[in-house]
């Protein structure tokens, strides 16, 4: 007598469950735009906070800029300067004697049998690194050349 499905006969029963459904699915509608504008306005926040940081950061480079004269004399002084240019020049040409040593063995004829060819990483590595200790010493060089000029002393 009492059916409990909805008839295809009676539209209004149809007309009831598709708005069940619509009700249904209106949470969820609800939550992701709530969503949605939290995450738009934590963006907003976070750009806000960056111009903030950006002021800072200018303001706080502007005062090192003005007080960086007195601590580039401090650093620049001979009980630092001397000991990194001592460090410099002899890890560069400890590294250049090292290079030298692997090309020679690698290239004596008695060693040949019993190696591997290097691949091309491993060689371009090797390039790199004599290129490092090459500008080193170039840096070392001019460094010395520019304070013998300005300071007169070395």
Do not use: Y
Request: positive net charge; contains cysteine; glycine residues 6%.
């Amino acid at each position: 007598m009492f059916d409990r499905h909805p008839d295809a006969s009676n539209p209004s029963s149809t007309v009831r469950q598709q708005g069940n459904e619509d009700r249904a699915a209106l949470p969820g509608i609800i939550g992701w735009s709530s969503f949605g504008f939290a995450l738009l306005q934590s963006i907003c926040t976070l750009f806000a906070a960056v111009d903030g940081f950006r002021v800072i950061l200018g303001v706080s480079s502007l005062l090192i800029s003005a007080s960086l004269g007195s601590f580039l004399d401090q650093i620049h002084s001979d009980w630092i300067r001397i000991p990194m240019i001592v460090l410099a020049l002899v890890g560069s040409l400890l590294n250049l004697a090292i290079l030298i040593q692997v090309r020679r063995l690698r290239n004596r004829p008695a060693s040949k049998w019993r190696q591997i060819a290097p691949t091309r990483r491993k060689i371009r590595l090797e390039n790199l690194q004599l290129l490092l200790s090459v500008a080193t010493l170039i840096f070392i060089g001019v460094e010395e050349f520019l304070h013998l000029r300005l300071f007169h002393h070395l």
